[in-house]
């Protein structure tokens, strides 16, 4: 089993629609996830980071996690054409290290 | 300049060849990563520098040595490299926190741009 695995994509979504994004993770004891959203082309950017199980919502987007189910995802309100890019989900796992899912593709049709 | 600079930003290099990378962050961070990202894979960690000490060396071949002269630089520096190792090498920095002789990753990291290298 992968350290991180996310849904395999590419996902498809018109534009307005939302788009979910998910992620699961083997390391019980991780504390803290992250998403990255990384446009073709371009290096990883840090959008979204959380902590508690729960919500944590910051514009359009919103992380949820569930430490118990081990799962975390990003969902995106209201998608744009400027969303569409491949998102990272990672996880710490030790000094110095995060670990990284595959990513997934978003593509936002107009 | 801000954030996270690497140069240079394509490199075309043979097999025999000996070149580096640059990275340098201009946060005030006191950890510095790289990364290589291959087409199709997920990224890699290579190595990773906190306080200006390795603290991970990820199995790397040793045509890749890296170097961190101070908290704000790092280089990789690359020799008798293999058509396979070409892909895009990432520097990334972040901010550790610090309790006694511990650093924890926060997971933060901040991206440079890649460095695009393609091996012949």
């Known amino acids: 089993q992968k350290e991180v695995e996310q849904n395999s994509g590419p996902l498809s979504v018109p534009e307005g629609a939302i788009a979910s994004l998910n992620c699961t993770y083997s390391?019980?004891?991780?504390?803290?996830f992250f998403w990255y959203r990384q446009y073709s082309g371009k290096s990883p950017e840090l959008i979204m980071s959380?902590?508690?199980?729960g919500d944590k919502e910051d514009g359009r987007f919103t992380a949820q996690l569930n430490k118990a189910s081990q799962y975390v995802s990003l969902l995106i309100r209201d998608s744009q054409p400027s969303d569409s890019a491949t998102y990272l989900c990672?996880?710490?796992?030790?000094?110095?290290?995060?670990?990284f899912g595959d990513g997934t593709t978003l593509t936002v049709k107009p | 300049e801000t954030g996270v600079t690497q140069t240079p930003r394509h490199l075309v290099m043979g097999m025999t060849n000996k070149k580096s990378l640059k990275c340098e962050q201009h946060?005030?961070?006191?950890?510095m990563y790289w990364y290589k990202q291959s087409a199709k894979k997920p990224l890699e960690l290579m190595f990773v520098y906190s306080l200006e000490e390795r603290v991970e060396n990820n199995s790397v071949p040793s045509r890749f040595s890296p170097e961190c002269p101070n908290s704000s630089h790092l280089f990789l520096h690359l020799h008798t490299l293999q058509p396979e190792d070409s892909a895009l090498y990432l520097c990334?920095?972040?901010?550790?926190?610090?309790?006694?002789?511990?650093?924890?990753?926060?997971?933060?990291?901040?991206f440079g741009e890649g460095s695009r290298l393609t091996v012949l």
């Open positions: 959380i902590y508690s199980n």
């Open positions: 990334a920095s972040s901010q550790d926190l610090i309790a006694g002789h511990r650093t924890t990753n926060t997971g933060e990291l901040f």
């Open positions: 946060l005030g961070h006191n950890a």
């Open positions: 990672a996880v710490p796992s030790g000094a110095g290290k995060s670990t």
């Open positions: 390391d019980r004891v991780s504390q803290s």
